[in-house]
């Protein structure tokens, strides 16, 4: 077994401050603190931009807790396999599935050094259930189904998380092909939630495209219906592939609809 320390130890070894990260530029936009002054500098120049990218942060984040609710208490889901972890908030994924269903499993996925080291000290589960954590790159399907089969049993089903993710794989790394290589050993009753941004928001697409002039890893907008082909084969859940903040609202929550969509968001099952 990994020594935590040493693993630690190597994480820190491969950070690059003076590069700004997806994952912790998004910390910045959710408030965190997880974060050095090249992500602060691209996150300020996005919201420059783009004032609304905190606000598209946070309902993502939302919809992922009313999808795992959702995934728990309706389809009776207790295995969870997060890719693009990023940098621990309130209200993850295994704090929102073993709140309702205290023996569930969850798998995060993520290949940044800082969401690693995080990750081992923050994301940590209690028994009956299990939390775990891989790095590895979500361009590597088969090596995520290995590494997540050591605590899933894949004889039961298991939610694939995608949140914010197919954005971060180019059209040549073939984003469908590595949906369909996740799911594809997963038995009936599994599911997969997915969000991401469309370019429907003009302000919204300069805004990634000067944060793409100085990545380490590019983001690409799609239409919402390029989007929704990610779940074919699959069962879309009522209401389909929506705005973020449409998808099964809080009863007592309601959000202004935004002028122009900025995200989508769905959730299916397997057949």
């Known amino acids: ?5 040493n693993a630690a130890e190597s994480a820190w070894d491969r950070v690059d401050t003076t590069m700004p990260h997806s994952a912790r530029v998004w910390n910045f936009l959710l408030g965190g603190k997880n974060h050095f002054a090249a992500d602060r500098e691209v996150g300020e120049r996005l919201l420059a931009m783009f004032p609304d990218f905190a606000m598209v942060a946070r309902l993502q984040r939302e919809f992922l807790r009313r999808a795992v609710k959702y995934l728990v208490t309706e389809a009776g889901v207790r295995q969870f396999l997060d890719l693009g972890t990023g940098l621990p908030t309130a209200e993850n994924t295994h704090e929102v599935a073993q709140s309702l269903a205290p023996e569930s499993r969850v798998v995060y996925v993520d290949n940044d050094p800082i969401v690693l080291v995080h990750a081992r000290a ?26 997540a089969a050591k605590t899933l049993d894949f004889r039961e089903p298991v939610a694939v998380m995608m949140l914010s993710i197919a ?35 003009p302000a919204l697409v300069e805004a990634v495209r000067g944060y793409n ?38 009863p007592d929550r309601w959000d202004p609809p ?14």
């Not at 599994?190 to 370019?199: E, I």
């Not at 084969?233 to 592939?241: C, F, K, N, T, Y």
Request: proline fraction near 10%; hydrophobic fraction near 35%.
């Open 213 to 250: 002039r100085t990545a380490a890893n590019t983001y690409q907008l799609r239409s919402p219906a390029r989007l929704a082909e990610f779940f074919t084969g699959l069962e879309l859940v009522e209401p389909g592939v929506v705005p973020t903040p449409e998808w099964r609202p809080d």
């Open 258 to 271: 935004f002028p122009v969509v900025s995200a989508v968001c769905g959730v299916a099952r397997k057949p």
């Open 167 to 201: 954005g971060q794989v180019t059209d040549k790394d073939g984003p469908q092909q590595i949906i369909d290589t996740l799911l594809a050993p997963l038995v009936s009753g599994s599911h997969l939630a997915l969000s991401d941004g469309v370019d429907t928001n």
């Open 1 to 5: 077994m990994t020594d935590p320390a």
């Open 122 to 147: 923050l994301l940590t589960g209690a028994r009956p259930g299990a939390t775990d954590y891989l790095d590895a790159d979500v361009r590597n399907p088969q090596e995520i189904l290995e590494g």
